[in-house]
């Protein structure tokens, strides 16, 4: 069940991160700290729910009192497609030539400053740049314009990484770019800026920082890979020792702040925004695998579901898994799936996320899917798969979707089947 050892075992890995500001109040800095990476124009993306807040342009306003010029673009679409992105740069050239770009808002406004910083500073257009097979897989020549990264949501980790995600819709497929030059140089994290995330979405958001840490810490380890020379080394190496630290730090932290950040308790919002911060600081490097694999097709096929599902707190009129919740949906299948690779990995993992040993009885591999259920419970995720309105008929092709994201399947610490794959859906079904 162990992965094979690599001929040549690699003994090298790597760890980038931006920048970061943290606290209550950071964002009244930003004019500073733009001005200081030597900006004139700024563009700053956003979406148009964001925007409504007056966040966007309150930080538009810091960068004027800052003596620079700065335009808000509300063209950041949730879940960002190609031909949304498409737009957002279209909409980027049309205008004056921003040096740096800011993102306000999840991780779809980040995306699309992504694209927008990356297309006005390289030629060619967006799906030249896309993963391969969907898109060309070209890599941008030139250094991007330099990004800073605003996170509104906690959760997404967006602000440490070098990918942009979105819908390809032709190819009816969830896929992305990932390059290291999409890293933002600069994150500005204001607790603050979350104050009015509703419960779910803080639930679901959470989910998301969680498997992040999860993940990258039972990612297979970098020192399992093949060694790589100089000009193949990659943004997500696996497992590591900084990564690892990062990774438990965040799962120490949510273990005392989830359940009352959904609550509604400030100070546990604080923490879960460094919660994010931290396992973002680990799964940028250290990369994430299965839950997020399955994550894209459960969100991905939702539309196409007669189902009348709709996650509170995101004020959608139309079928939608967020993306917290796609992921921890298969995630308790999962870790018992990955227990053998590493029981001592896993029972630690469950020990932090469980300080009080409420679930210390529970035979080895069912115990931090234990943790995980009643976490998922108490917070107000739905019941399994069925609930969302996913059903037998349905798990071949979640299997086929899942399958696709080879890149994130690399990483999962033991060799994964169609068969396995498969397993997991199944028992993903009817958490309790
Ligand atoms: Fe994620």
Redesign the pocket.
């Known amino acids: 069940m162990t992965i094979p050892t690599p001929n040549t075992p690699e003994s090298v890995f790597t760890y980038a991160a931006p920048r970061l500001k943290f606290g209550p109040g950071s964002i009244e800095e930003i004019g500073h700290d733009v001005a200081g990476l030597g900006a004139r124009s700024v563009l700053v993306v956003t979406d148009p729910v964001l925007a409504a807040t007056g966040h966007p342009e309150r930080v538009a306003e810091a960068l004027r009192a800052a003596g620079l010029q700065a335009e808000v673009h509300d063209s950041a679409h949730v879940e960002p497609t190609d031909t949304s992105l498409t737009a957002a740069v279209e909409r980027a050239r049309s205008g004056a030539r921003p040096d740096v770009v800011v993102a306000v808002g999840g991780g779809s406004s980040m995306d699309t400053a992504k694209a927008v910083s990356l297309l006005l500073s390289n030629p060619g257009e967006l799906m030249d740049y896309v993963n391969a097979p969907v898109g060309g897989g070209r890599a941008p020549e030139q250094p991007v314009l330099p990004m800073v990264a605003v996170p509104t949501t906690t959760g997404?980790?967006a602000e440490s990484t070098t990918v942009c995600v979105l819908d390809v819709l032709a190819a009816k497929v969830k896929t992305g770019i990932s390059h290291e030059r999409l890293r933002p140089v600069l994150a500005v994290i204001d607790p603050d800026l979350t104050a009015t995330q509703p419960a779910g979405v803080t639930a679901s958001a959470g989910m998301?920082i969680l498997?992040?840490a999860l993940e990258s810490w039972t990612a297979r380890p970098y020192t399992s890979h093949e060694h790589k020379q100089a000009h193949e080394r990659v943004p997500y190496c696996g497992a590591n020792p900084i990564a690892d630290m990062f990774a438990e730090r965040a799962m120490r932290l949510l273990a005392g702040a989830f359940r009352p950040a959904v609550a509604g308790d400030d100070a546990a919002r604080t923490d879960m925004a460094l919660a994010a911060t931290f396992a973002g600081m680990g799964f940028g490097n250290a990369g994430v695998h299965l839950p997020?694999a399955g994550a894209y097709p459960i969100a991905g096929r939702v539309h196409d579901l007669d189902t009348d599902f709709r996650p509170d707190g995101y004020g959608q009129d139309h079928p939608m898994v967020p993306?917290g919740m796609s992921?921890a949906a298969t995630a308790p299948a999962v870790f018992a799936l990955t227990f053998e690779a590493d029981p001592e990995r896993h029972l630690a993992a469950a020990s932090w996320l469980d300080p009080q040993g409420l679930d210390a009885d529970v035979p080895g591999p069912e115990r931090l899917p234990a943790v995980l259920r009643r976490l998922m419970r108490d917070i107000g995720q739905p019941s399994g798969l069925a609930e969302i309105g996913y059903g037998e008929a349905d798990v071949d092709a979640l299997v086929a979707g899942t399958m696709q994201q080879q890149r994130l399947l690399a990483s999962v610490p033991r060799p994964v089947t169609e068969e396995d794959v498969a397993a997991v859906m199944r028992a993903s079904m009817h958490h309790w």
């Open positions: 997404t980790g998301d498997c992040h997020h993306h992921v």
